[in-house]
């Protein structure tokens, strides 16, 4: 049901009327589509739709409930609703919306589904945008949360190091990037140790991918998003219960490559790098152990206490790669920790920085793009519980408390020369369905995050 967009309405195209609560006398309807909603009971309540009956059988058009209370961005998202319930066919939106734009979008998001193993009897949908909705971007945000969905979603036997790599292939020839990568061995001879002692356990060799974008003299930003293919937790074996979803934990890679998208679509006027190590967390004979000592890229050396927060590992080789060229900013993204699920649950990743000016921006920007997010401390008098008797870090502490802030604190450590960096933990899943989110693998944190970067670096 990929919702496409058509140009212009069409003649055949039909209204959709979004109606607050209590507000069907005020809609401007005709009499009979108001009699029609009385019949039904509908007033406009949150979420509802109601199609109007036409002559001889047609659609004459639905009616879209908005309710009154949501704050606009929310109400906005409500509309990903439309393109489950509506019936197939053109469609466009009728009247003046406040958010005519998230609106269009939310409709574009709630169409999606995954339909790589099972196709689905297709309904095709259609949307003529608002006016003043820009169309290429509506498209290019819709694209980056379907890439992002697509490859969480897409399970371990097809999505292992090598398909994530071929993703990034794929995404960086459709915009002309440069692309590289750094594989099995090689990640030592070229000083990734942590990178490869997680990943060599795997049947498919870790690696390292490299992409970059754009005029070498403008602002440097670097993207590294966590790249587990499938976390077993290594010899610190998950239960099942913990790694039934662990599909996901690639889930940072995805979102960063859906941001990616978006800058590159909109041409923002920056230098963008992508690194993503990509890994499988396994259980062989080769397989990293608890009480390692691992040397990083950075020179620190880290204990291991447990196998299974191996996302920071990965994390902290690539980061102290996009540190050493001193970027503008660094922005990480992860399904590091189940503790940032036990804070804020699935659906408000926590994220972190120094830098109090870009956090207050993209607090902005997370409500009016209904995308949230919500910041969290760097609480450096945690830091010491990281300490080892026997390494420069461990990479867990031994009380488990305040997880992701813990973890946050370990990144920090390798990241010393860019001039900010955010780091967002996230779940990269919808586990109960939502207006514009069927279940499953979720964009998160990146629609806000690209209208930060397009506000900080507009396109000339
Ligand atoms: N990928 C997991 C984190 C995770 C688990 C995210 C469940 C979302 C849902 C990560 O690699 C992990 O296993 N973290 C451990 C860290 C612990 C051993 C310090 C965790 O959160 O339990
Ligand atoms: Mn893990
Ligand atoms: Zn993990």
Redesign the pocket.
């Known amino acids: 049901m990929p919702v496409e967009i058509i140009p212009a309405r069409s003649a055949e195209s039909r209204p959709i009327w979004f109606i607050e609560k209590g507000g069907i006398d005020q809609a401007g309807l005709a009499q009979d589509a108001v009699f029609w909603a009385r019949a039904n009971d509908f007033n406009g309540e949150a979420g509802r739709v109601l199609v109007l009956a036409g002559e001889k059988g047609a659609i004459a058009g639905a009616l879209f409930g908005i309710g009154h209370e949501e704050p606009e961005s929310q109400w906005a998202l409500l509309a990903g609703k439309l393109a489950r319930a509506l019936p197939e066919g053109d469609w466009h939106i009728e009247g003046k919306l406040q958010n005519a734009s998230l609106a269009a979008l939310a409709f574009l998001m709630g169409g999606y589904s995954f339909t790589r193993y099972r196709k689905k009897d297709d309904k095709s949908i259609r949307l003529a945008l608002p006016e003043g909705v820009d169309a290429h971007e509506t498209q290019a945000i819709a694209d980056a949360v379907t890439l992002a969905r697509d490859l969480i979603n897409t399970p371990p036997n097809d999505m292992g190091p090598d398909a994530l790599e071929q993703a990034a292939r794929d995404l960086a020839a459709k915009y002309q990037a440069e692309i590289s990568t750094i594989e099995g061995d090689a990640l030592l001879a070229q000083n990734f140790p942590m990178i490869h002692a997680v990943g060599r356990a795997g049947s498919i060799a870790p690696r390292l991918i490299d992409m970059r974008w754009g005029n070498e003299d403008n602002p440097k930003i670097t993207l590294v998003g966590k790249g ?1 293919c499938f ?1 077993t ?1 290594g010899l ?1 074996i ?1 239960p099942a219960s ?1 790694m039934l ?2 599909k996901k ?1 690639m889930g940072g890679a995805a979102n960063v490559l859906g941001l990616a998208l978006m800058v590159m679509a909109a041409k923002l006027p920056i230098r963008l790098r992508v690194l993503i190590p990509a890994v499988e967390n396994s259980i062989s004979g080769n397989a990293f152990r608890p009480g390692d000592i691992l040397q990083s890229r950075k020179g620190l050396s880290v204990e291991i206490g ?1 196998t ?4 920071r590992l990965v994390l902290a080789d690539a980061l102290a790669l996009a540190d050493e060229e001193e970027p503008e900013l660094i922005i990480d993204m992860a ?5 940032a ?1 036990v804070a804020l649950g699935p659906d408000l990743p926590p994220f972190y920085t120094h830098d109090d000016d870009l956090a207050q921006a993209l607090g902005r920007k997370a409500s009016e793009t209904a995308d949230p997010l919500w910041r969290m401390p760097l609480w450096q008098p945690y830091a010491k519980k990281l300490s080892s008797r026997v390494a420069d870090i461990n990479n ?1 502490t031994s009380d ?1 408390f305040a ?1 992701s802030v813990t973890a946050a604190l370990f990144l920090s450590r390798f990241v010393e020369k860019a001039e900010s960096w955010m780091h967002f933990d996230i ?1 990269g899943w919808t586990p109960v369905e939502k207006p514009a989110s069927p279940v499953g693998g979720e964009a998160q944190g990146i629609r806000a995050l690209y209208q930060l970067l397009k506000e900080r670096f507009p396109a000339r």
């Open positions: 587990v976390d937790g610190d998950k913990g979803l662990m934990d447990n299974d927060a191996e996302g399904t590091l920790t189940g503790a699920r867990v488990g997880g779940f």
